[in-house]
């Protein structure tokens, strides 16, 4: 039961430095292409720290989510048709992916094909 719990710690423990690795590699990255805002103070630990606080966090601050909307996304308008017409028009001229006809021809082999379980038992049939 412990190495249960052994082996836990050391995955979360991997986890965690594979995730600090990506973030200090992404700020690097981001920090060579020139991207504006990313200073060298926040780097590192303390810099994945607050960001895996924040990604973590259940109550966002109204002021956040403001900050992050763009725009707003306009609905596609409502067509209105009937049932007939939308199977008109989704109808597929081309065979099925799985054949009725070739499924009752692979069951009907496998079917000629089983033996009895016992010498004296004899299958069913159909």
């Known amino acids: 039961m412990v190495w249960m719990f052994v082996w836990l ?3 979360l423990g991997v986890a965690a430095v594979v995730f600090l690795f990506a973030s200090v590699v992404a700020r690097s990255d981001a ?22 606080r924040s990604g973590v966090r259940l ?17 596609p308008r409502p067509v209105d048709t009937s049932m007939d017409d939308f ?3 989704t109808e597929v001229t081309s065979n099925a992916y799985v ?9 009907h082999r496998a079917r000629e ?3 009895p379980l016992h010498p ?6 159909a």
């Open 9 to 11: 710690g050391l995955t």
């Open 31 to 52: 920090q060579s292409s020139g991207v504006p805002g990313d200073r060298p103070d926040e780097q590192g630990l303390r810099a994945w720290w607050r960001d895996f």
């Open 59 to 75: 109550r966002r601050r109204r002021g956040a989510l403001e900050a992050h909307h763009v725009g707003t996304v306009r609905m």
């Open 87 to 89: 199977f008109t028009a």
């Open 99 to 107: 054949d009725a006809e070739e499924l009752t021809d692979v069951l």
């Open 113 to 115: 094909r089983v033996r």
């Open 120 to 125: 004296g038992e004899r299958t069913p049939e």
